[in-house]
């Protein structure tokens, strides 16, 4: 979603690589509060077990992955390894796997991993319908996109960027029938001239949330699936993208890169409704997160709706980490603590589990970890 990062976005972090009114005024960036202590710096501050759930075996690359509605499920996008000695395909494809669980209920792996993207396509923010089973959204291009005059995020060096092809656009597919073919992709939103992605669904599966460059920059806009009509929500300059509903889908967070400056940092906001429910802006809109050229990104709720979890340079751009934002106060805390970037981290539905895209292994190239999430509802303390 966004995460959700982008589609046949390639986000290059050392090596790094991943896979939307009138606009109210924003406050001022907060200074950053303290980072909240490690007492065991030998544990990792936020999770335990971390374990990796994608085999670099089959796959050169896996990342950008979210929980189906009951668990039982994860979405998606990965490069696949030939078996047959041919080269490896350009972007990355869709895929959905079982989620494997041991006797005392542990995340063991992944089974029954399957594609569902046509062959050629460039694929990225794949997410669960939230309320129609066997659903399932992402983003794609549906057959091969074209490389010249594709627009870009780029910081400073081309081992860091995001592609965004034109022929991007929101379709969903039936998993029951799911055959790999572009006749099994429905069309929701975008027609092939801007890239539109970074796509999500509002726990009651009214608001389809996606970011769409028809404007030439990043803006976020919410199409309400119940009446068709489409909404506006931030059209500031820069690049705005990675949203996501908090889960009461009363707010909104995103990644933005407000300034025009490459620095990406994380924004919150409140949904303004009409009398009949439907969206028509926003409102107390407020950055959360700040520092020069520290780059802030792929923000995600937890399931109270109480804080955020998002993958920054904070610690150094050669290391990216997890962190988690008390929204309320500001108060931040480390989730994460390895050698090699940590980012995009999801919760399963009951919170338990973090779900991320790491590097943390002998040949540091992007895969699947999971691990137990270590509550700490004192974080503001």
């Keep these: 979603m966004s995460r959700c990062n982008a589609a046949a976005l390639s986000l290059l972090l050392a090596p790094l690589a991943i896979a939307g009114c009138a606009q109210p005024s924003t406050t001022s960036a907060p200074s950053a509060p303290p980072i909240v202590k490690v007492e065991n710096p030998a544990v990792e501050p936020g999770v335990t077990g971390a374990r990796q759930i994608t085999s670099s075996e089959r796959f050169i690359k896996a990342g950008e992955s979210y929980f189906s509605p009951d668990a039982k499920h994860i979405v998606f996008q990965a490069v696949e390894r030939p078996t047959d000695g041919s080269d490896p395909e350009d972007f990355y494809a869709m895929y959905v796997g ?24 460039a694929n990225t923010c794949g997410w669960f319908h939230p ?30 960027r995001w592609a965004f092809p034109r022929e991007t656009r929101i379709v969903e597919v039936d998993l029951t029938k799911a055959d790999c073919s572009p006749a099994s992709l429905k069309n929701l939103e975008g027609d092939g001239k801007a890239y539109v992605a970074e796509g999500s669904i509002s726990p009651d599966g009214r608001f389809l949330l996606f970011c769409s460059l028809e404007s030439g920059e990043g803006d976020l806009y919410i199409r309400d699936l119940k009446t068709g009509k489409r909404t506006t929500v931030v059209n500031v300059p820069g690049y705005d993208g990675g949203p996501f509903f908090s889960p009461d889908a009363k707010r909104i967070c995103y990644r933005s890169d407000r300034n025009n400056d490459n620095v990406l940092q994380i924004f919150i906001a409140d949904l303004v409704f009409d009398k009949d429910g439907g969206v028509t802006g926003i409102a107390n809109e407020r950055q959360l997160t700040s520092g020069k050229d520290v780059v802030c990104w792929c923000p995600f709720f937890r399931p109270d709706g109480k804080t955020l979890v998002y993958g920054t340079s904070e610690i150094g751009h050669g290391n990216y980490e997890v962190f988690e934002i008390d929204i309320a106060s500001g108060q931040r805390r480390r989730v994460t603590e390895a050698q090699g970037a940590d980012v995009l981290p999801v919760f399963s539905p009951d919170g338990k589990w973090m779900l991320w895209t790491g590097q943390r292994n002998d040949g540091k190239v992007s ?10 509802s004192n974080i503001a303390k």
Excluded: C, H, M, W
């Design 98 to 121: 079982d989620v494997v669980t041991d006797a005392a209920g542990d995340i063991t792996g992944l089974d029954n991993i399957r594609r569902v993207s046509p062959k050629g396509s």
């Design 131 to 160: 309320t129609k089973p066997n659903t399932l959204i992402f983003a794609s291009t549906v057959g091969a996109p074209t490389a010249e005059n594709t627009p870009g995020y780029q910081r400073g060096t081309s081992r860091y």
């Design 367 to 376: 895969q699947l970890f999971v691990g137990r999430y270590r509550d700490q």
